[in-house]
Nanobody, 125 residues
Framework: VQLQASGGGTVQTGGSLRLSCTAS????????MAWFRQAPGKEREFVTA????????YYADSVKGRFTVSRDNAKNTMYVQMNNLKPEDTAIYHC???????????????????WGQGTQVTVSS
């Protein structure tokens, strides 16, 4: 499965963006999807994920209450609505996916088989 991330851009502090991640083929209920991000000089970190069919969602503490992840299986697309953005949210955002992922591995980069190319999010102060 190839993943295509889009929707990044530059916003001011407090602004909003919506990122999309579209799969190149139909994804079924066994497929989990996630967003990771990498800021300059830092390691890539987990942001949010949709476990399998989409009934359960998970967030890093740093984005809880501000980011909302969702999935449209008919469009093979995952979204993340990012509100109240902060300068520390500045990073390249990567989407990832994998089939038959177990819940305990959801936040681990190494668990994901498919990766998108990344989209830049810049939040100015």
């Amino acid at each position: 499965v190839q993943l295509q991330a889009s929707g990044g851009g530059t916003v001011q502090t407090g602004g909003s963006l919506r990122l999309s991640c579209t799969a190149s083929e139909r994804i079924d209920s066994s497929y989990s999807m996630a967003w990771f991000r990498q800021a300059p000089g830092k390691e890539r970190e987990f942001v949010t994920a949709v476990f399998r069919g989409g009934s359960r969602t998970y967030y890093a503490d740093s984005v809880k209450g501000r980011f909302t992840v969702s999935r449209d299986n008919a469009k093979n697309t995952m979204y993340v609505q990012m509100n109240n953005l902060k300068p520390e949210d500045t990073a390249i955002y990567h989407c990832a996916g994998s089939a038959r992922l177990i819940l305990s591995s959801l936040r681990l980069q190494t668990a994901y088989h498919d990766w998108g190319q990344g989209t830049q999010v810049t939040v100015s102060s």
